[in-house]
């Protein structure tokens, strides 16, 4: 009990000692902050954050600015709210590309994500299918239930939509494969946020996962992987026309787009 309490109010220290900068997003600054103190070892896995309202005063902004910095942590899996327990610090992982995080946010380093999952995501799930056991498939099952509570929610269904593409990753038996979806997931946060900038585009992307879930559960790798190709066709699609919208004239997406959608035909 002494030990805990003794991180605690090391963390506490270290938290209201943060500077805040006013002419940046808040919630921004937040994250970087923290994710800087967990790079350079002061904040640990099993670490307990103070509570929203201590951090707020001790940070001086509104506590509506902490939450939305936690939100961004708990989608990416940082932390984890445990009965009894408070916020838990569980994965440090993601946090170390958060500490670039304005860098994932332009539009060739989007698109860029999505080529990469183009060549990732169908591989894995035909592995999946292959190596899934009764409980990954109940895990798969469970976060397709949960896209469909999260339908018009953004942030829901970005947390599920990972989770989603997480669990089966873990039912493809390849722990690097695992390793490497979990440390990329928060890259994977920036690609799927922008895949859910129009509303029409929620119930497509779930469909999707129903799918890939499908052919999964029926130990189908081939369809698996098709399922999978045509659902980053879907998102990589859905990304180029949001950022195209963001480029202001610019030709660049575009032909993105096209060497993209021929690499993904190829595939």
Known sequence: ???????????????????????????????????????????????????????????????????????????????????????????????????????????????????????????????????????????????????????GNEAASIQTSLDFHTAVADASGNQTLLLATRLLRSLYFESTRFSRRNPHSYETLLADHEKIFAAIRAHNPKAAMAASEKHMRHGLNMVLDSTEAVKDGKKKAPAKRKALESSSRKA
Do not use: C
């Open 1 to 151: 009990m002494g030990a805990t309490l003794s991180v605690y109010q090391t963390i506490f220290s270290m938290l209201a000692k943060i500077s805040i900068t006013r002419n940046a997003s808040l919630a921004k600054s937040i994250v970087h902050e923290i994710a800087r103190l967990v790079a350079v070892g002061k904040i640990k896995p099993g670490d307990k954050f103070p509570s929203e309202s201590v951090l707020a005063e001790q940070m001086e902004v509104g506590r509506s600015s902490i939450r939305e910095a936690f939100r961004v942590f708990q989608i990416l899996g940082v932390t984890e709210a445990k009965p009894g327990r408070g916020t838990i610090l569980v994965n440090t992982a993601p946090l170390f590309a958060l500490t670039d995080w304005s860098e994932f946010t332009s539009t060739d380093l989007i698109n860029d994500i999505v080529e990469a999952r183009l060549a990732l995501e169908p591989l894995i799930a035909a592995m999946a299918a292959k190596r899934a056991d009764a409980t990954d498939i109940r895990r798969i099952g469970d976060t397709i239930e949960a896209g469909r509570r999260a339908i």
